[in-house]
């Protein structure tokens, strides 16, 4: 069974600066995906960011990056310049070979200003 | 386009009555999930439909929940009787495969279902 653990349960960070949310996997799969999630307060689930493992670059978008060590099983995500809409739920996912999504535990980041 | 929409938004009800959540996936989607959504926890599988057949249900406690996918589009998520345990958001997402034949890689939310049981 696949397993994601996110050992920070909340974060804060100033506006403007950076914060880095760790996510750790355990999964047998030799090909997989592995995502960061983030969930608003009382609003729906959006995709941050998404890494193939079979890709050796770090997935970015825009503010967002992801360090991912496949050996380790690591699949951080870093935050630049934090916005006050940064605030949320963030959660780690992995999926198996029928797609399945397997979430962590989650992160809650406050922004503050 | 429009998102996955769910329905009832909000559900109260008292231990062993039964309750029924909807769910309309964005169009094409082949893939339909439900996942319950404890609060303070991440969301855990109950259901994976692959157009109308169903991919995995291993964490789907089958005594008291049901899930369709009539026609492979719409999907209905039933519990009876209602425990307190089942105190959650229902969280229902739709993905999309590609021309090629596969996955692409990304789960679409809708807003979920919240059940609070008395």
């Known amino acids: 069974a696949q397993t994601v653990t996110q050992s920070q349960p909340e974060m804060s960070v100033q506006e403007a600066e950076t914060v880095t949310l760790s996510c750790t996997y355990d999964?047998?799969?030799?090909?997989?995906?592995l995502f960061w999630y983030k969930q608003p307060p009382s609003r729906q689930m959006i995709l941050v960011i998404r890494?193939?493992?079979?890709?050796?670059q770090n997935a970015t978008e825009n503010r967002f990056s992801v360090n991912f060590q496949k050996a380790a099983k690591s699949f951080s995500l870093k935050i630049s310049d934090s916005q006050l809409g940064d605030t949320a739920m963030y959660f780690c996912?992995?999926?198996?070979?029928?797609?399945?999504?397997?979430f962590g535990g989650g992160t809650r980041l406050m922004v503050k200003p | 386009e429009a998102g996955v929409a769910q329905s009832p938004r909000y559900k109260i009800i008292e231990k062993r009555q039964s309750v029924a959540f909807w769910c309309n996936p964005i169009?094409?989607?082949?893939?339909l999930y439900w996942y319950q959504q404890i609060l303070g926890q991440g969301p855990k599988l109950l259901i994976q439909?692959?157009?109308?057949?169903?991919?995995?249900d291993s964490q789907l406690p089958k005594d008291r929940f049901s899930a369709e996918r009539l026609k492979g589009v719409d999907s209905t998520l039933k519990i009876q009787p209602a425990k307190l345990e089942d105190s959650a958001v229902y969280l229902c997402?739709?993905?999309?495969?590609?021309?090629?034949?596969?996955?692409?890689?990304?789960?679409?939310f809708g807003e979920g279902s919240r059940l609070t049981v008395l």
């Open positions: 890494q193939e493992a079979y890709k050796q």
């Open positions: 996912a992995s999926t198996n070979a029928g797609n399945m999504l397997t």
């Open positions: 999964t047998s799969e030799s090909n997989y995906y």
């Open positions: 439909f692959q157009n109308n057949g169903v991919v995995d």
């Open positions: 169009s094409g989607h082949a893939t």
């Open positions: 997402a739709s993905s999309p495969w590609g021309a090629s034949g596969s996955w692409v890689g990304e789960l679409f």
